[in-house]
């Protein structure tokens, strides 16, 4: 306490429990001393409240201090104190400043709230989660992480629907625990719940334990196949195994995913060899539920079966070794063995190495590629809802099948889904089907390009297009200055089409073009630019800032990995050049 660094002063004070009693005079000195820094006096000041009768005299002084920070300590450790006098004074305060028409002073009451974390003060936090300044609600959310109510957590809920507060929206219900497990599973059964079903699954997979489980295997055959592997993702990782009452729905899911399979395999068997920029989307959109599909397969077994087994099953068929492979297929023939049936047509396809291979283990599609892509579009296999491949489809259309193309892109141009609309339209005025100008780059094009900046390279297409959406157009005209050095650098560029120059003052250091990246590094961490840019034609950009990018590391793993991995090339590029 007596430290000559401060930091170490700091942490003492915190480490203080209601036993260290003969540290109460050190306590006061650390308080009132003015010439100490002011993180240091205001947790001194809380912890002298936590720990005696003595902060009575002292703490009133500081409820209506100057200095911000102080204030809080004050009213903070009031509200924790033992003298009736001093509780009721401080209320009066934060009751002033959750009404005061300064936004700052009801953010200080949404703060002072999350410090104490008594549930009694749920009914403050509930005005001020309806308060109009954003700032305000982010505040509230917070404080919510240390103020559990049953009346809260709808409020929690409805700020996942904007992204200015749903990451805060996500701690408080991942801290909630069990508490916010009612609320959730009524969401998760809502019509309105599609937007935020994800977010809802993942934060289930935080909070874990055996409640979870019932709320979650109600999802298992949702006709939404992105929600079903996060779904049985989780249940895997919350090491959930089925009841014999259930294990039949299971058995039945497993058909339903072979038959899911079998479309997207017949799918891609009809696609050219040589694909366009057109088809590359639908292509990869394929690609990427064939293997989710394989993958939501064993974790169905998973729930049935010894998972440690089924895991190293999928593990080693997807060995380079043809030994592993062969040993898994040994195995997972024994797993199956009590179900010839499901043994028999699982195994071969399963095991299966490449597409044309695995497209001997389904009948061949009575109709042609239009009436496929018709089915695809629509959706018709409950199994394969899904928004980015509809789009998809809509997309390659023209080029697949000219002929059914305008019939389907016309109904899609009512679809519900604004990724669906947009693609409807955007491909009717390109063809001069439709009356109207569309300027406008589509998502489906975004994420094309988005694909080319290293650190999204293997994240799925259809995540992608999540964070297409915070992509910004930007037209720079010839000579305009995009950055200058030492500019702080908080967002990443793409050339979409032109030219820009990299120079420090006069001198040129490099000549960027189409589909070159720069600033990416400004996004993992922020600092100033190294050096300028600036259009050396007239150039259009797409803009990503750093606030949704975090948003979707924070949500999103295939994106972590892929910093995770960039990072790593620098690191071994410079100990390289070392």
């Known amino acids: 306490l007596t430290h000559a660094n401060a930091a170490v002063r700091l942490t003492a004070v915190q480490q203080l429990t209601?036993?260290?009693?003969?540290?109460?005079?050190w306590?006061?000195?650390?308080?009132?001393?003015?010439?100490?820094?002011?993180?240091?006096?205001?947790?001194?000041?809380q912890r002298l409240a936590s720990m005696g009768e003595s902060a009575a005299q002292i703490l009133p002084a500081y409820l209506s201090d100057s200095n911000i920070e102080l204030r809080f300590a004050g009213v903070v450790g009031a509200l924790q104190s033992h003298s009736l006098e001093v509780i009721l004074a401080a209320g009066d305060i934060l009751s002033a400043a959750q009404n005061d028409s300064s936004p700052e002073m009801r953010c200080f009451a949404a703060r002072v709230i999350g410090a104490v974390g008594n549930v009694g003060f749920h009914r403050n936090l509930l005005s001020l989660l309806n308060d109009s300044e954003i700032i305000v609600r982010q505040e509230a959310l917070r404080a919510c992480q240390n103020v559990h109510h049953a009346q809260l957590w709808p409020l929690v809920l409805d700020a996942l629907h904007s992204a200015d507060t749903r990451s805060e929206a996500r701690k408080a219900l991942i801290a909630g625990g069990e508490s916010a497990l009612p609320v959730i599973a009524d969401k998760l059964h809502q019509v309105d719940?599609?937007?935020?079903?994800?977010?809802?699954?993942?934060?289930?997979?935080?909070?874990g334990g055996p409640r979870v489980n019932p709320i979650l295997q109600t999802l298992i055959a949702t006709p939404r196949e992105r929600v079903r592997?996060?779904?049985?993702h989780v249940l895997a990782r919350n090491h959930y195994r089925a009841e014999p009452e259930m294990r039949p729905a299971i058995f039945e899911q497993v058909d339903?995913?072979?038959?899911?399979?079998?479309?997207?395999?017949?799918?891609?068997?009809?696609?050219?060899?040589?694909?366009?920029?057109?088809?590359?989307?639908?292509?990869?959109?394929?690609?990427?539920?064939?293997?989710?599909?394989?993958?939501?397969?064993?974790?169905?077994?998973?729930?049935?079966?010894?998972?440690?087994?089924?895991?190293?099953?999928?593990?080693?068929?997807?060995s380079e070794q043809k030994d592993k492979r062969a040993n898994a297929t040994e195995v997972l023939d024994v797993i199956l063995s009590q179900d010839r049936r499901l043994?028999?047509?699982?195994?071969?396809?399963?095991?299966?190495?490449?597409?044309?291979?695995?497209?001997?283990?389904?009948s061949a599609p009575a109709s042609g590629i239009a009436e496929q892509l018709r089915a695809l579009y629509t959706q018709d296999n409950s199994q394969l809802k899904n928004n980015w491949l509809a789009a998809c489809v809509l997309y390659a259309l023209p080029q697949l099948a000219p002929e059914a193309a305008n019939t389907i892109l016309e109904s899609a141009r009512q679809h519900p889904e604004e990724i669906v609309r947009q693609?409807?339209?955007?491909?009717?005025?390109?063809?001069?089907?439709?009356?109207?100008?569309?300027?406008?780059?589509?998502?489906?094009?975004?994420?094309?390009?988005?694909?080319?900046?290293?650190?999204?390279?293997?994240?799925?297409?259809?995540?992608?297009?999540e964070l297409a959406v915070y992509l910004e157009e930007r037209d720079v005209a010839a000579g305009q200055v995009i950055f200058e050095k030492g500019d702080p650098g908080d967002s990443m560029y793409i050339i979409v089409a032109g030219k820009v120059r990299v120079h420090d003052g006069d001198r040129t250091l490099n000549e960027l073009s189409d589909r070159d990246v720069f600033g990416e590094m400004a996004l993992l961490d922020p600092a100033p630019r190294s050096a300028s840019i600036t259009a050396s034609e007239d150039t259009r950009l797409l803009c990503l800032d750093h606030d949704p990018f975090y948003e979707a590391v924070d949500t999103r793993s295939e994106i972590a990995r892929g910093v995770i991995q960039v990072l790593s090339q620098k690191m071994r590029g410079m100990i390289d050049e070392e």
């Open 423 to 465: 693609t409807a339209q955007g491909v009717l005025c390109r063809h001069n089907t439709v009356d109207g100008d569309f300027p406008m780059m589509l998502t489906i094009e975004k994420v094309l390009i988005l694909k080319t900046v290293s650190i999204f390279a293997e994240t799925p297409d259809d995540l992608l297009a």
């Open 256 to 318: 339903a995913e072979i038959a899911a399979l079998g479309q997207l395999v017949q799918m891609s068997i009809e696609l050219p060899n040589q694909l366009s920029h057109a088809v590359q989307p639908l292509s990869g959109i394929l690609t990427q539920m064939r293997a989710r599909g394989r993958v939501r397969i064993f974790n169905l077994l998973a729930l049935v079966y010894d998972a440690q087994d089924i895991l190293r099953v999928q593990t080693n068929l997807l």
């Open 193 to 207: 719940a599609a937007p935020v079903t994800h977010d809802l699954i993942r934060i289930c997979g935080q909070i």
């Open 229 to 232: 592997s996060e779904v049985l």
């Open 18 to 25: 209601s036993q260290n009693e003969d540290a109460l005079p």
């Open 343 to 362: 043994r028999d047509r699982l195994v071969p396809m399963i095991t299966a190495q490449t597409i044309a291979d695995l497209a001997k283990h389904f």
């Open 27 to 45: 306590l006061e000195v650390l308080a009132q001393d003015v010439l100490q820094p002011i993180e240091v006096r205001a947790a001194a000041l």
